[in-house]
């Protein structure tokens, strides 16, 4: 029988404006919920790594263990390997992978992480199976994924309401779930845990202060004219490129507002093995 493989689209791609963002996640700040569960010894697999900042978090925080980074894309390891190097980190290794069909044995790891990644791949289900298969009884699978839906923002601003509603059908034109966050928990039933392995919560982060409104309206107005995600929602019909310069520019203004304010929501799952 084939192997399951990925058939969804990264809506974002890798470019600068995307990177800006994904290079200012930490373990703190993206993987909290999982930390109070993490022991010096553990072997970790952060899946959909990109570059590399969470998992060179955890391989500090594991340093009797080590952590194996993967992703879809090559070209994004390097950029990991670097920010592992450059922390001198010696218990840490990239690979290429699919989450659908990891090229791992049964019960491997102690902990299987993916951030911001079943919002993604285009069976979330499989996905989770596959986290489950590798991870060592008593071990956690923890995923954490964005829900767009409920990002919420002040001022009231029609040109933010499109930016939703266009993100929200070119990613699931691209195969993918933008309301993951809400669905984990449900996916994680779906893939085999029990109820009482499965720990769900919440958190957020919210962009407030004048940096921080400058720094995230910059990125999204830049990602709306220039990434793989723009690309795609004029490619794919869903928006010409004046409606995308109508989108940037109203992250501009938003982001010079100095009541604004915008929070993103995210679900966490915490898993435990079974043994």
């Known amino acids: 029988m084939p192997k399951p493989r990925e058939t969804a689209v990264y809506t974002h791609g890798h470019h600068e404006?995307?990177?800006?963002?994904?290079?200012?996640?930490?373990?703190?700040?993206s993987a909290a919920y999982?930390?109070?569960?993490?022991?010096?010894?553990?072997?970790?697999?952060?899946?959909?790594?990109?570059?590399?900042?969470i998992t060179a978090d955890l391989a500090e925080l594991v340093p009797d263990g080590h952590v194996t980074g993967v992703d879809r894309a090559p070209g994004i390891l390097e950029q990991a390997r670097a920010t592992a190097a450059g922390r001198g980190l010696g218990n840490v290794d990239f690979a290429v992978a699919d989450v659908h069909a990891l090229d791992y044995a049964d019960d491997t790891f102690c902990v299987v992480h993916a951030h911001q990644v079943l919002q993604h791949v285009g069976d979330p289900v499989?996905?989770?199976?596959?986290?489950?298969?590798?991870?060592?009884?008593?071990?956690?699978?923890?995923?954490?994924?964005?829900?767009?839906?409920?990002?919420?923002?002040?001022?009231?601003?029609?040109?933010?309401?499109?930016?939703?509603?266009?993100?929200?059908?070119?990613?699931r034109a691209n195969g993918g779930e933008p309301d993951a966050g809400r669905r984990l928990r449900s996916w994680a039933l779906a893939a085999g845990f029990t109820e009482a392995a499965v720990t769900a919560t919440s958190s957020t982060w919210t962009y407030a202060t004048p940096a921080e409104r400058e720094w995230w309206s910059g990125l999204w107005a830049d990602r709306t004219l220039a990434s793989a995600y723009?690309?795609?929602?004029?490619?794919?019909?869903?928006?010409?490129?004046?409606?995308l310069r109508v989108v940037s520019r109203?992250?501009?203004?938003?982001?010079?507002?100095?009541?604004?304010?915008?929070a993103v929501l995210h679900g966490e799952i915490l898993c435990r093995k079974d043994g």
């Open 17 to 29: 404006s995307v990177l800006r963002s994904h290079t200012w996640r930490t373990a703190a700040n």
């Open 34 to 53: 999982l930390l109070g569960s993490l022991k010096p010894h553990m072997k970790i697999l952060d899946i959909g790594c990109g570059p590399g900042t």
């Open 126 to 171: 499989q996905a989770l199976r596959e986290m489950r298969r590798v991870t060592k009884p008593g071990g956690f699978v923890a995923v954490r994924d964005a829900d767009y839906a409920a990002m919420t923002w002040y001022p009231e601003a029609p040109g933010l309401d499109a930016w939703l509603d266009l993100y929200e059908r070119v990613a």
């Open 230 to 243: 723009a690309e795609r929602a004029t490619g794919g019909g869903h928006a010409t490129e004046e409606e």
């Open 250 to 262: 109203a992250w501009r203004e938003w982001g010079e507002r100095e009541d604004g304010w915008f």
